[in-house]
């Protein structure tokens, strides 16, 4: 791993015999839309197979939006289930914080169209571009930001519909991602649960490997950036791969020691699913059994932003977290970015 130059850290110590606010989550969204694509269709229309696309990453299906979905409509639905499960009114967030690298436009920001839909007026509103790491990076900002005292309930959203911007006759990326969007409300809380520490950073220097060139000032959309399918994703997986394995352990390691905890205190990690073999190699540097890593990549595929939210948002479901656990969420991807968050569950 880089040493942090760029990397910022929450305050991990408490203030002695003084309980600490700490950003919580109260409540949890998450959706996929309902259309379905398995190994087996991909496999008619690239070639590639069942095996292949299982063996070299985990992946068994996806779920990916329909022609009248964009990302708002993913993240709405998350949002307001969040807002459910924490018992919070939409009238009463102060923050609606979007990560996403598929916005509906070039904007408004797609956290305005969601304050719309939501009916949340008192709400600051702002899209945040880390790529799949944004849900994490999200996280870490509006929590700084109720630490703060500049919001008192914030929602944070990772939703994506990669599916529009993927090239479905590259079977190099069209077998890798889905759609998808989860969502967190986090509000201010003084028991002892709640973020910790959080760490972001980023390499620009490794840009290259990960992006989609045409649509911005640099190369707008035209027929001719069309004609040469520059407005679709472009990666290098092997450099993207060896990124990862060589940056994300060692940044749940420090954030893990900024948080005041050792590595045995943690309960579970909820990493970005890219890929299983990334996991499986975290897994391995790290000195963890598999068992202590959420996977669902199995039915998602790379859901980018919303990856770690929807990842989170089952293994609560599943009863795999419980209040008082020490969570770590883990994130990578373009930019090159990263970010990870140790947090306590529960409000
Ligand atoms: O969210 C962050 C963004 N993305 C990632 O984190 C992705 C990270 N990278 C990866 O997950 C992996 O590098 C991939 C899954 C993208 C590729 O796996 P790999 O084991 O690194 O495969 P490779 O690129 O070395 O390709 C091996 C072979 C090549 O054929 P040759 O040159 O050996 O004949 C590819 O053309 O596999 C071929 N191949 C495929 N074959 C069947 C590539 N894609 C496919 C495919 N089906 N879908």
């Known amino acids: ?120 007026p008192q709400a600051g509103a702002f899209d945040l571009l880390a790529a799949c790491s944004s849900f994490v990076y999200g996280l870490i900002s509006a929590g700084q930001m109720l630490t703060s005292g500049l919001a008192r309930t914030a929602l944070v959203v990772g939703a994506e519909t990669l599916s529009r911007l993927v090239d479905w006759k590259d079977r190099t990326t069209c077998v890798l991602i889905g759609d998808g969007a989860g969502a967190a409300v986090l509000g201010a809380s003084d028991t002892g649960r709640g973020i910790y520490a959080g760490m972001v950073g980023a390499d620009g220097s490794a840009g290259n490997v990960l992006k989609v060139p045409a649509g911005g000032s640099r190369m707008p959309m035209t027929r001719e950036a069309i004609d040469r399918k520059l407005h679709r994703g472009y990666m290098d997986g092997q450099a993207v791969f060896k990124l990862a394995v060589r940056t994300v352990p060692g940044l749940i390691r420090e954030t893990v020691a900024r948080a005041g905890w050792t590595m045995e205190h943690v309960d579970l990690i ?78």
Request: aromatic share 6%; proline share 6%.
């Open 1 to 120: 791993m880089r040493s942090p130059p760029a990397a910022a850290e929450l305050s991990p110590m408490a203030v002695h015999g003084v309980a600490q606010t700490r950003a919580a989550v109260l409540g949890l969204g998450a959706y996929a839309p309902p259309k379905v694509l398995t190994n087996d269709d991909l496999a008619r229309l690239v070639d590639t197979s069942d095996e292949w696309i299982t063996t070299r990453t985990g992946i068994k299906r996806r779920h990916v939006a329909g022609p009248d979905q964009a990302t708002s409509d993913l993240a709405v639905i998350a949002a307001q289930q969040a807002l459910d499960a924490a018992a919070v009114r939409a009238q009463d967030l102060d923050l609606i914080l979007v990560g996403t690298a598929t916005p509906d436009m070039l904007f408004p920001a797609t956290a305005c169209l969601l304050q719309e839909r939501l009916g949340a």
């Open 270 to 347: 909820v990493p970005h699913q890219a890929n299983l073999r990334i996991i499986e190699a975290m897994a391995s540097q790290l000195h963890l059994p598999m068992e202590k890593f959420v996977v669902n990549i199995q039915e998602y595929g790379n859901t980018s932003a919303a990856s770690v939210p929807l990842a989170l948002f089952e293994a609560v479901q599943g009863g795999r977290i419980h209040d008082d656990d020490r969570i770590v969420l883990a994130a990578f991807g373009g930019g090159f970015t990263y970010a990870a968050c140790a947090l306590v569950w529960g409000k």
